[in-house]
């Protein structure tokens, strides 16, 4: 029996690991936990650090509120977001209803200092009160002018921490 040629055969190889790939690429379940906001069980905040032991860094956070949301909540909303390496911001408290913070269909933003951070993978909002609050996203701009954003779109629970873990790996990712 004869050989089939050199071409033939890189040509059958080619095709098969295409199928192979593409067939494992559809068995995969998609990524859902990592593309909608989840409820996070038990979560610390870290103790702050030391001005003296981390470098301290100026980040803007803009809010924006759904149009379906409350016309205003009087709830006490928290946030907190992270790195994969540790380094965490928290604000313990953003609301004002004295200044309308938070209204329906409105954008809030605010100036926070924290540890500087490498790339932000992590976003958690805690709201407690009995108005109720639907964040439609939070964005988040590093001292150098990058933005992530986290796309909400839903009422937050109350009292439990509640958002995006997009870390792979580090200690962001055992918070989940």
């Not at 095709?15 to 494992?24: D, G, Q």
């Not at 803007?60 to 977001?81: E, G, H, W």
């Not at 965490?88 to 200044?99: I, T």
């Not at 921490?161 to 962001?172: L, P, R």
């Amino acid at each position: 029996m004869a050989k089939p040629p050199p071409d033939l055969l890189l040509l059958f190889a080619s095709f098969l690991a295409v199928v192979i790939t593409i067939s494992e690429a559809r068995s995969l379940p998609p990524p859902t936990s990592t593309l909608l906001p989840h409820l996070l069980k038990s979560f610390e905040i870290k103790p702050n650090q030391s001005a003296a032991s981390a470098r301290s860094c100026s980040y803007t956070v803009t809010i924006k509120t759904s149009c379906s949301s409350s016309s205003y909540t009087r709830d006490r909303v928290s946030l907190a977001f992270g790195d994969a390496y540790g380094n965490e911001v928290y604000a313990a408290r953003l609301d004002d209803p004295s200044s309308r913070t938070f209204e329906r269909c409105s954008t809030d933003t605010f100036r926070i200092r924290g540890p500087c951070t490498y790339d932000i993978c992590y976003l958690y909002l805690l709201r407690v009160g009995s108005d109720g609050w639907e964040p439609e996203s939070v964005k988040v701009y590093v001292p150098d002018g990058r933005a992530i954003t986290f796309n909400y779109n839903t009422f937050l629970p109350d009292g439990v921490w509640f958002g995006f873990n997009h870390c792979n790996g580090g200690s962001a990712a055992l918070l989940m």
